[in-house]
Protein backbone atom coordinates (compact mmCIF):
# COMPACT_ATOMS: atom_id res chain seq x y z
CA UNK A 1 0.00 0.00 0.00
CA UNK A 2 1.26 3.43 -0.50
CA UNK A 3 0.46 6.83 1.45
CA UNK A 4 -0.56 8.88 -1.03
CA UNK A 5 -2.22 12.11 0.01
CA UNK A 6 -3.88 15.17 -2.12
CA UNK A 7 -1.79 16.64 -4.99
CA UNK A 8 0.63 18.92 -2.79
CA UNK A 9 0.37 17.44 0.40
CA UNK A 10 2.92 14.49 1.84
CA UNK A 11 2.02 11.56 3.44
CA UNK A 12 2.91 10.46 6.78
CA UNK A 13 6.29 8.84 6.28
CA UNK A 14 7.37 11.84 4.11
CA UNK A 15 6.98 14.27 6.79
CA UNK A 16 8.85 11.62 9.21
CA UNK A 17 11.74 11.68 6.05
CA UNK A 18 11.29 15.42 5.82
CA UNK A 19 11.82 16.44 9.68
CA UNK A 20 14.74 13.72 9.98
CA UNK A 21 16.68 14.79 6.36
CA UNK A 22 15.76 18.62 7.05
CA UNK A 23 18.32 19.65 9.44
CA UNK A 24 20.58 17.12 8.00
CA UNK A 25 20.65 19.28 4.70
CA UNK A 26 20.82 22.26 6.71
CA UNK A 27 23.86 20.99 8.80
CA UNK A 28 25.74 20.50 5.10
CA UNK A 29 24.64 23.66 3.81
CA UNK A 30 25.66 25.34 6.58
CA UNK A 31 29.16 23.80 6.73
CA UNK A 32 29.69 24.31 2.76
CA UNK A 33 29.09 27.57 3.89
CA UNK A 34 31.79 27.68 6.20
CA UNK A 35 33.95 26.24 3.99
CA UNK A 36 33.21 28.74 0.99
CA UNK A 37 34.25 31.67 3.33
CA UNK A 38 37.65 29.82 4.12
CA UNK A 39 38.69 29.26 0.29
CA UNK A 40 37.82 32.64 -0.35
CA UNK A 41 39.54 34.38 2.75
CA UNK A 42 42.71 31.55 2.14
CA UNK A 43 42.33 30.78 -1.57
CA UNK A 44 45.83 29.07 -1.70
CA UNK A 45 45.47 27.48 1.65
CA UNK A 46 45.97 23.80 1.99
CA UNK A 47 44.44 22.80 4.60
CA UNK A 48 41.05 24.93 3.24
CA UNK A 49 40.93 22.84 -0.35
CA UNK A 50 41.50 19.93 1.47
CA UNK A 51 38.31 20.92 3.49
CA UNK A 52 36.53 22.00 0.15
CA UNK A 53 37.49 18.36 -1.58
CA UNK A 54 36.77 16.57 1.37
CA UNK A 55 32.68 18.45 1.20
CA UNK A 56 32.97 17.68 -2.45
CA UNK A 57 33.42 14.05 -1.87
CA UNK A 58 30.90 13.97 1.10
CA UNK A 59 27.82 15.40 -1.44
CA UNK A 60 28.93 12.58 -4.35
CA UNK A 61 30.84 15.38 -6.65
CA UNK A 62 33.26 13.27 -6.83
CA UNK A 63 34.54 14.62 -10.26
CA UNK A 64 35.23 18.30 -8.61
CA UNK A 65 36.49 16.19 -5.03
CA UNK A 66 39.10 15.02 -7.44
CA UNK A 67 39.99 17.74 -9.26
CA UNK A 68 40.34 19.73 -6.29
CA UNK A 69 42.30 17.17 -4.58
CA UNK A 70 44.39 16.78 -7.99
CA UNK A 71 44.88 21.11 -7.84
CA UNK A 72 46.33 20.04 -4.02
CA UNK A 73 48.93 18.02 -4.78
CA UNK A 74 49.82 20.26 -7.86
CA UNK A 75 50.95 22.72 -5.61
CA UNK A 76 52.10 20.83 -2.63
CA UNK A 77 53.36 17.43 -3.74
CA UNK A 78 53.79 15.74 -0.48
CA UNK A 79 50.41 16.13 0.87
CA UNK A 80 50.00 12.24 1.17
CA UNK A 81 46.46 12.34 2.57
CA UNK A 82 45.42 14.57 -0.61
CA UNK A 83 46.49 11.03 -2.61
CA UNK A 84 44.89 8.48 -0.58
CA UNK A 85 41.67 10.29 -0.46
CA UNK A 86 41.77 10.59 -4.35
CA UNK A 87 43.12 6.54 -4.30
CA UNK A 88 39.98 6.19 -1.96
CA UNK A 89 37.61 7.32 -4.41
CA UNK A 90 38.25 6.11 -7.23
CA UNK A 91 38.74 2.51 -5.66
CA UNK A 92 35.20 3.09 -4.13
CA UNK A 93 34.27 3.84 -8.33
CA UNK A 94 35.11 0.73 -9.16
CA UNK A 95 38.37 2.05 -10.82
CA UNK A 96 41.42 0.16 -9.36
CA UNK A 97 44.01 0.42 -11.49
CA UNK A 98 43.81 4.65 -11.25
CA UNK A 99 43.70 4.22 -7.73
CA UNK A 100 46.70 1.98 -7.41
CA UNK A 101 48.35 5.09 -9.88
CA UNK A 102 47.42 8.10 -7.56
CA UNK A 103 48.61 5.69 -4.97
CA UNK A 104 52.27 5.42 -6.29
CA UNK A 105 52.36 8.85 -6.98
CA UNK A 106 52.05 9.60 -3.60
CA UNK A 107 54.10 7.16 -2.57
CA UNK A 108 56.85 8.59 -5.34
CA UNK A 109 56.57 11.75 -2.87
CA UNK A 110 56.47 10.25 0.12
CA UNK A 111 57.75 6.77 0.15
CA UNK A 112 57.31 5.52 3.47
CA UNK A 113 54.01 7.20 3.77
CA UNK A 114 52.11 4.47 5.66
CA UNK A 115 48.63 4.70 4.62
CA UNK A 116 49.38 4.57 1.18
CA UNK A 117 51.85 1.56 1.44
CA UNK A 118 48.62 -0.24 3.34
CA UNK A 119 46.07 1.28 0.67
CA UNK A 120 48.49 -0.24 -1.68
CA UNK A 121 48.56 -3.39 -0.14
CA UNK A 122 45.26 -3.59 0.42
CA UNK A 123 44.83 -3.94 -3.24
CA UNK A 124 47.14 -6.66 -3.32
CA UNK A 125 50.21 -4.84 -4.66
CA UNK A 126 53.75 -4.54 -2.65
CA UNK A 127 56.21 -1.79 -3.28
CA UNK A 128 58.59 -2.46 -5.77
CA UNK A 129 61.65 -3.70 -4.18
CA UNK A 130 64.76 -1.17 -4.66
CA UNK A 131 67.90 -2.69 -5.59
Not at 47 to 53: F, I, P, V
Not at 58 to 63: P, Q
Not at 72 to 87: C, E, S
Request: net charge negative.
Amino acid sequence: MCDVGPAGSFGRTDNEFGAVAHPLLEAYRAEGWEIGKKVAAEPTSIDAGLALAAYQAKGHDFEAALATYRNIVTRAPRTTVAYLAMARILKEQGKLFPALHVAREGLAQVPDDPDLLKFQSDLGFESPQSD
